[in-house]
């Protein structure tokens, strides 16, 4: 899909809210269903039209470009810069009121945890990308193909 990598660039970085992750799943959808000249009126499921087309949800691919960006940081050396910023602390800041903002590695976390691998699992580059892939191009094009050919 060409629209995926638009929607999720520079996500990998940063944390991001399930009402952010809800809208760009409602985008995708859109421009599925757009693709596969679908509308609403037509009344088919989203899960139907994915399953035709073969398309991951936006969730797990946004999950997989975390993690896969979590391998490469973990695999750079200790002086590098984006190592050093991992341990980067906030001194003297004053936290607001209410529930503290979650950040990367609360993130992380739970992707590791909902996939059940650890972060050992980075040093083996193959092992880490097999266990963080999420598999659906090879199925989109062959999907494709049988719709428009």
Same mark, same amino acid.
């Given at each position: =899909?060409?629209?995926?990598?638009?929607?999720? +660039?520079?996500?990998? &970085? %940063?944390?991001?809210?399930?009402?952010?992750?809800?809208?760009? #799943?409602?985008?995708? =959808?859109? #421009?599925?269903?757009? #693709? &596969?000249?679908?509308? %609403? =009126?037509?009344?088919? $499921?989203? *899960?139907?039209? @994915?399953? @035709?087309?073969?398309?991951?949800?936006? *969730? +797990?691919?946004? !999950?997989?470009?975390?993690?896969?960006?979590?391998?490469?940081?973990?695999?750079?050396?200790?002086?590098?810069?984006?190592? !050093? &910023? *991992?341990?980067?602390?906030? =001194?003297?800041?004053?936290?607001?009121?209410?529930?503290?903002? $979650?950040?990367? @590695?609360?993130?992380?976390?739970?992707?590791? @945890?909902?996939?059940?691998?650890?972060?050992? #699992?980075?040093?083996?580059?193959?092992?880490? %990308?097999? $266990?963080?892939?999420?598999?659906? +191009?090879?199925? &989109?094009?062959?999907?494709?193909?049988?719709?428009?050919?």
């Amino acid at each position: =899909m060409v629209i995926r990598p638009t929607l999720t +660039y520079g996500e990998e &970085c %940063r944390p991001i809210k399930k009402a952010q992750v809800q809208r760009m #799943m409602v985008a995708e =959808m859109r #421009m599925i269903r757009w #693709m &596969c000249d679908h509308t %609403r =009126m037509d009344k088919i $499921k989203n *899960e139907v039209i @994915k399953e @035709k087309v073969g398309v991951a949800s936006i *969730e +797990y691919k946004i !999950r997989e470009t975390r993690l896969r960006w979590l391998g490469h940081v973990k695999r750079r050396s200790e002086d590098a810069l984006v190592r !050093r &910023c *991992e341990r980067l602390t906030l =001194m003297e800041c004053r936290r607001g009121r209410g529930r503290p903002k $979650k950040n990367w @590695k609360e993130m992380i976390r739970g992707d590791l @945890k909902s996939l059940g691998i650890t972060e050992d #699992m980075v040093q083996d580059r193959s092992l880490w %990308r097999s $266990k963080i892939r999420v598999a659906d +191009y090879e199925q &989109c094009v062959r999907a494709f193909r049988r719709w428009f050919h």
